[in-house]
């Protein structure tokens, strides 16, 4: 999932004090097995009954295993509804006034920001770990520790034309070539599409040619202290997406949804992108194919994203909800139909296994080459920075080292400024 726009921390506060001064109440609260309305009134923990919240796509799977749940330990579970990226924003201000649930579904790279504000408990799996996707259980971790459970991963992948395109390409010369030989029959419009000033889809390209946003620290993590924007690696690629404007091949004006309609209409060669197109490809009758993406000097490794289910630090109820999100949702049944709820590549390697088909294997193998989309608090810096870089590059506004070079030294400015 591409990451969200970030809510001012301000203005959710405003909404749930406005919201209390109005009076508004859920009457959930007296029924523990209706899923409420989206409310701007977070239900909080409260001693004795687990609350829950979750985005309205996966609120029936959850209640379903609450059922169960409640029949054997003898505890209620509510569940609440919001959007998924105001699970964040309500929990971030909810929580520590003792307001917050004891458990919320949420993407991964969320966890630095609640993480190190204290908001999440550690999550001990067992056994039931090696069931799980290695770069799920890596992209939850945080600190040493494990923060979350999850349940599905997701990456880009190029998407091709199998009608332009019959074997997709190896390699970015490969790809460059298969666009250059269509442009010049007149066949396509445009030969790639990455959309440009879009980080989340280019850095699949940036690593393949070396680059990156951060190094890693001895124990593996992201490390702010490494900005590697202006490394040899990003620069090379930065060039490479110059020389693909020049030629034609990707254009500064593409956004998205002309990007989708090109290729839907068979004027687009290949379009790097993730599942949350596969359905509607597939409506469209399209002879499309997928593939990792191609390499440069080294293989691509595109961002993973992974949603999951986390425990607040201030639950409650911290062993009944530990118990719930291992015992209760760590299972096939519940993995399977969180699946069939919404497609993804399930976390749970037993449910991927039994899905599996060619669309699941072709985004397993991106995901594979992947890297965790970085979940330190310094991300919050790159996107505008990184974004900006990429569009000045696409309309040839600088040159692409400068390009990089001022991007490398605007991030280190950013994350100096946020330290404590």
Same mark, same amino acid.
């Given at each position: 999932?591409?990451?969200?726009?970030?809510?001012?921390?301000?203005?959710?506060?405003? $909404?749930?004090?406005?919201?209390?001064?109005?009076?508004?109440?859920?009457?959930?609260?007296?029924?523990?097995?209706?899923?409420?309305?989206?409310?701007?009134?977070?239900?909080?923990?409260?001693?004795?009954?687990?609350?829950?919240?979750?985005?309205?796509?996966?609120?029936?799977?959850?209640?379903?295993?609450?059922?169960?749940?409640?029949?054997?330990?003898?505890?209620?579970?509510?569940?609440?509804?919001?959007?998924?990226?105001?699970?964040?924003?309500?929990?971030?201000?909810?929580?520590?006034?003792?307001?917050?649930?004891?458990?919320?579904?949420?993407?991964?790279?969320?966890?630095?920001?609640?993480?190190?504000?204290?908001?999440?408990?550690?999550?001990?799996?067992?056994?039931?770990?090696?069931?799980?996707?290695? $770069?799920?259980?890596?992209?939850?971790?945080?600190?040493?520790?494990?923060?979350?459970?999850?349940?599905?991963?997701?990456?880009?992948?190029?998407?091709?034309?199998?009608?332009?395109?019959?074997?997709?390409?190896?390699?970015?010369?490969?790809?460059?070539?298969?666009?250059?030989?269509?442009?010049?029959?007149?066949?396509?419009?445009?030969?790639?599409?990455?959309?440009?000033?879009?980080?989340?889809?280019?850095?699949?390209?940036?690593?393949?040619?070396?680059?990156?946003?951060?190094?890693?620290?001895?124990?593996?993590?992201?490390?702010?202290?490494?900005?590697?924007?202006?490394?040899?690696?990003?620069?090379?690629?930065?060039?490479?997406?110059?020389?693909? $404007?020049?030629?034609?091949?990707?254009?500064?004006?593409?956004?998205?949804?002309?990007?989708?309609?090109?290729?839907?209409?068979?004027?687009?060669?290949?379009?790097?992108?993730?599942?949350?197109?596969?359905?509607?490809?597939?409506?469209?009758?399209?002879?499309?194919?997928?593939?990792?993406?191609?390499?440069?000097?080294?293989?691509?490794?595109?961002?993973?994203?992974?949603?999951?289910?986390?425990?607040?630090?201030?639950?409650?109820?911290?062993?009944?909800?530990?118990?719930?999100?291992?015992?209760?949702?760590?299972?096939?049944?519940?993995?399977?139909?969180?699946?069939?709820?919404?497609?993804?590549?399930?976390?749970?390697?037993?449910?991927?296994?039994?899905?599996?088909?060619?669309?699941?294997?072709?985004?397993?193998?991106?995901?594979?080459?992947?890297?965790?989309?970085?979940?330190?608090?310094?991300?919050?810096?790159?996107?505008?920075?990184?974004?900006?870089?990429?569009?000045?590059?696409?309309?040839?506004?600088?040159?692409?080292?400068?390009?990089?070079?001022?991007?490398?030294?605007?991030?280190?400015?950013?994350?100096?400024?946020?330290?404590?």
């Amino acid at each position: 999932m591409k990451p969200f726009s970030k809510t001012p921390i301000i203005l959710t506060l405003l $909404v749930l004090i406005l919201s209390s001064l109005l009076g508004v109440r859920t009457t959930f609260a007296d029924d523990p097995t209706v899923t409420p309305t989206i409310t701007p009134t977070p239900l909080p923990s409260i001693e004795g009954t687990l609350t829950i919240w979750v985005n309205p796509e996966r609120a029936p799977i959850i209640e379903a295993a609450g059922k169960e749940f409640t029949a054997k330990y003898n505890v209620p579970i509510r569940i609440q509804t919001m959007g998924f990226g105001d699970v964040r924003n309500n929990f971030n201000v909810a929580a520590p006034a003792g307001n917050g649930p004891d458990i919320i579904a949420g993407a991964h790279d969320w966890i630095g920001q609640l993480y190190s504000n204290g908001l999440l408990a550690p999550i001990d799996l067992g056994d039931k770990t090696k069931s799980f996707d290695p $770069v799920g259980i890596q992209a939850f971790t945080y600190d040493g520790k494990l923060v979350g459970v999850p349940y599905q991963v997701e990456s880009v992948a190029l998407y091709y034309n199998k009608d332009l395109v019959p074997t997709p390409p190896a390699t970015w010369d490969d790809a460059i070539a298969i666009s250059k030989k269509l442009l010049d029959d007149k066949k396509i419009d445009l030969g790639i599409a990455l959309v440009g000033g879009d980080l989340y889809g280019h850095y699949g390209m940036i690593t393949a040619f070396g680059g990156g946003i951060f190094g890693r620290d001895t124990q593996g993590g992201y490390d702010p202290k490494q900005v590697m924007l202006d490394s040899a690696g990003s620069i090379d690629a930065a060039k490479e997406m110059a020389t693909l $404007v020049k030629d034609g091949i990707v254009k500064a004006d593409v956004t998205y949804d002309v990007a989708k309609d090109l290729f839907l209409k068979g004027k687009l060669a290949m379009w790097v992108d993730g599942p949350w197109e596969l359905d509607s490809i597939k409506k469209s009758g399209l002879n499309f194919g997928l593939a990792v993406l191609p390499k440069g000097s080294k293989d691509a490794r595109p961002f993973v994203g992974v949603q999951g289910f986390m425990v607040s630090k201030f639950s409650k109820n911290a062993l009944v909800a530990q118990a719930f999100v291992t015992e209760f949702l760590a299972t096939d049944a519940v993995m399977k139909k969180l699946y069939e709820a919404q497609f993804g590549v399930p976390a749970w390697l037993p449910t991927r296994k039994d899905v599996m088909n060619a669309d699941i294997e072709a985004f397993s193998a991106s995901i594979g080459n992947g890297d965790p989309m970085p979940a330190i608090p310094a991300m919050d810096s790159v996107w505008n920075i990184a974004n900006n870089a990429v569009t000045l590059i696409y309309q040839g506004k600088a040159e692409p080292d400068q390009a990089m070079k001022d991007a490398a030294t605007a991030l280190r400015d950013a994350i100096a400024k946020a330290k404590p």
